[in-house]
């Protein structure tokens, strides 16, 4: 393989597997707490797009990126909600791969969600709409 093209496909995989957003570090929720394990699978399967502090995860470093996910610090989201979005894709279908974690993972998450999002959301707003400036 020539050493550029070799490096090219290091650089991409180094990439890849940042994007997926591993690291348990930084999780706040107590592992006492019923959500502990849903923190745990967020920071592996969501963190690379989404912020949400009780995860400890910060989502894209590039803001401008349409591939960042909704902050969900500043978002408060329901069960059905979080259940439905992480089934089907998001709300827009556009980016977020649809099933990225399945049946009690993705119940798990959705639990967490609903019990820590929004934390630093000064309205309710609901999907589809803008959140507070």
């Not at 348990?24 to 745990?40: F, L």
């Not at 969600?113 to 609901?126: M, N, V």
Request: charged share 20%; aromatic share 6%.
């Amino acid at each position: 393989m020539r050493p550029v093209l070799f490096i090219s496909v290091l650089v991409a995989a180094a990439l890849g597997l940042t994007a997926c957003g591993f690291g348990e570090e930084g999780i706040s929720v107590s592992k006492d707490d019923p959500t502990h394990a849903g923190a745990e699978l967020f920071a592996t399967h969501c963190s690379g797009c989404h912020t949400l502090s009780a995860a400890g995860t910060q989502g894209s470093g590039n803001r401008g990126e349409r591939v960042q996910g909704p902050n969900l610090d500043q978002r408060i989201e329901t069960y059905d909600d979080a259940l439905f979005a992480i089934q089907n894709g998001g709300f827009s279908g556009a980016i977020m791969p649809a099933n990225i974690v399945v049946g009690d993972e993705a119940d798990a998450i959705a639990r967490f969600i609903a019990e820590y999002a929004g934390g630093e959301a000064d309205t309710l707003p609901r999907p589809g709409e803008p959140t507070a400036p």
